[in-house]
């Protein structure tokens, strides 16, 4: 039976500490808790890492986070050879922080992105210090100097960075929001979480599940580090961060 865990980050990125409840030890070994601040692996974006403390103060260490029998079970991977809780104990949720924030600037920076480049997304990879989308682009014109000028414009204007619920029936009508060639955000809950940027998501708005930081300020300084062809018309660009090297 797949159990529904209360994401908590959904509704704020920024928690780094939270208590849950052990309601499920899974037979790999997964721990499952009633709600949690780590983000499971989904959507390009690793999940989490951290640690579960318990009443006596020892600590199990989580080596990632994934999503179980369903979207909504999520599952905490503990480290090799850690103590397991039991069903019903109480324990103190934290996870890496620095790696999270790193995620998260890197994932508002994904979408920037795609602002500056509109075409239809064929494929993206983030991560702390070197992440990708793959765009089908029949123009190859771009480089590498503009399209990180273009992102560092958006950067430096710190737009606002909010997530919003839309229904299904609002989605299937504005199909443009959609910037995915081969994924299509779930349907049927009646509700599609959007990621916005700009006042009233004038700058972007697409369907996505996970972490952002609050503004495209606190991205800080990224740059395009390659652009790789990887067929006809698939372009892979590379983001990093840190002022574009000189040569």
């Not at 009443?55 to 199990?60: F, L, M, T, V």
Request: net charge negative; charged share 25%; with cysteine.
């Amino acid at each position: 039976m797949a159990h529904r865990t209360e994401a908590l980050f959904r509704d704020d990125a920024y928690l780094k500490t939270a208590d849950a409840t052990v309601v499920a030890i899974n037979e790999r070994g997964g721990i499952i808790l009633d709600r949690t601040i780590f983000y499971a692996t989904s959507g390009g974006q690793p999940g989490d890492t951290g640690h579960l403390e318990r009443a006596d103060g020892s600590r199990i260490a989580i080596a990632a986070t994934i999503t179980g029998e369903t979207k909504d079970e999520i599952v905490h991977v503990p480290a090799a050879e850690q103590a397991m809780p039991v069903v019903g104990e109480t324990v103190k949720l934290t996870i890496d922080w620095e790696r999270r924030h790193l995620l998260m600037r890197m994932h508002a920076a994904c979408h920037l992105l795609t602002v500056v480049c509109p075409f239809p997304i064929t494929g993206a990879s983030v991560s702390e210090d070197d992440s990708r989308v793959d765009f089908d682009i029949p123009d190859a014109s771009f480089t590498r100097e503009e399209v990180t000028a273009g992102m560092m414009d958006l950067v430096r204007a710190d737009h606002p960075i909010f997530t919003r619920l839309i229904s299904d029936e609002e989605l299937a009508a504005n199909p443009g929001l959609v910037k995915s060639k081969n994924v299509r955000p779930p349907v049927g809950t009646g509700k599609i979480r959007l990621v916005c940027i700009g006042e009233n998501g004038a700058v972007d708005s697409q369907p996505c599940g996970g972490t952002h930081v609050k503004s495209t300020g606190e991205i800080g300084e990224i740059h395009i580090g390659k652009i790789e062809k990887k067929g006809r018309e698939n372009r892979r660009f590379r983001i990093r961060f840190g002022p574009m090297p000189a040569n």
